[in-house]
């Protein structure tokens, strides 16, 4: 099963999720394979980065915050690493 970020819709075939995308105009595939974000034109060869990308990166702000120092994260693996520096040795 497939989740489209943006709409949330689910679909049970890729091939739907990539029309979709598409038609929302999130999405641009290239001829080598690539997939292109339309908001800031970075690239990715698989479309779950891409896909990523969207729902975590571009125009949105970051959504993990440390407890201790209030530091901003937009990935949670991120938030985690930073958090090992609070740690006590």
Same mark, same amino acid.
């Given at each position: 099963m497939f989740v489209c970020p943006k709409f949330r819709n689910t679909n049970w075939r890729r091939q739907s999720l990539l029309l979709d995308?598409? %038609?929302?105009?999130e999405l641009l595939r290239n001829?080598? +394979?690539?997939?292109?974000?339309?908001?800031?034109?970075?690239?990715y060869s /698989?479309?779950? %980065?891409?896909?990523?990308?969207?729902?975590?990166?571009? +125009?949105?702000?970051?959504?993990f915050e440390c407890p201790?120092?209030?530091? /901003?994260?937009?990935?949670k693996h991120n938030l985690l690493l930073h958090m090992r520096t609070h740690q006590k040795r």
């Open positions: 995308q598409q %038609s929302a105009g001829s080598p +394979g690539g997939y292109f974000c339309r908001k800031c034109g970075n690239s /698989r479309l779950h %980065s891409l896909n990523r990308h969207i729902k975590f990166e571009c +125009g949105v702000e970051p959504q201790l120092c209030h530091k /901003r994260s937009k990935h």
